[in-house]
């Protein structure tokens, strides 16, 4: 979990409080699928949510599911958070999620 004064440097650094909220709600659940050691959760040395929009948006209930998509893409694009597909069914269209937290340290560090 990253420390308040953490999330309001990133919410500055973004020029945005709902992606800092997003990647600090995720690095939350990475941090508990760490502490749980969930096999199916490590994947190319990372620990990784596994995570739909609409679970998303139950978690954010004030940002709406499209804009979820959007911040998460612009996120993505930032390389903040990666965004993987290991699901085992190919039907499955579930993405999961990583920070990316070598670049967080980078962009606090150059606040």
């Given at each position: 979990?990253?420390?308040?004064?953490?999330?309001?440097?990133l919410?500055?650094?973004?020029?945005?409080?709902d992606?800092a909220?997003?990647?600090?709600?995720?690095?939350?659940?990475q941090?508990?699928k760490?502490?749980i050691?969930?096999?199916?959760?490590?994947h190319e040395?990372?620990?990784?949510?596994?995570?739909p929009i609409?679970?998303?948006?139950?978690?954010?209930?004030?940002?709406?599911?499209?804009?979820i998509?959007?911040?998460?893409?612009?996120?993505?694009e930032l390389c903040?958070i990666r965004i993987?597909?290991?699901?085992q069914y190919r039907?499955?269209?579930?993405r999961?999620?990583?920070?990316n937290?070598?670049k967080?340290r980078?962009?606090?560090?150059?606040r």
């Amino acid at each position: 979990m990253t420390d308040a004064q953490t999330i309001l440097t990133l919410a500055r650094v973004l020029k945005n409080s709902d992606q800092a909220i997003m990647v600090d709600q995720l690095l939350n659940w990475q941090q508990e699928k760490a502490r749980i050691n969930d096999p199916e959760a490590f994947h190319e040395g990372s620990w990784w949510v596994y995570m739909p929009i609409r679970a998303w948006q139950e978690q954010l209930s004030w940002i709406s599911e499209r804009t979820i998509q959007r911040h998460l893409k612009e996120l993505n694009e930032l390389c903040l958070i990666r965004i993987g597909d290991f699901n085992q069914y190919r039907y499955d269209r579930t993405r999961w999620y990583t920070v990316n937290e070598e670049k967080l340290r980078l962009m606090i560090s150059e606040r």
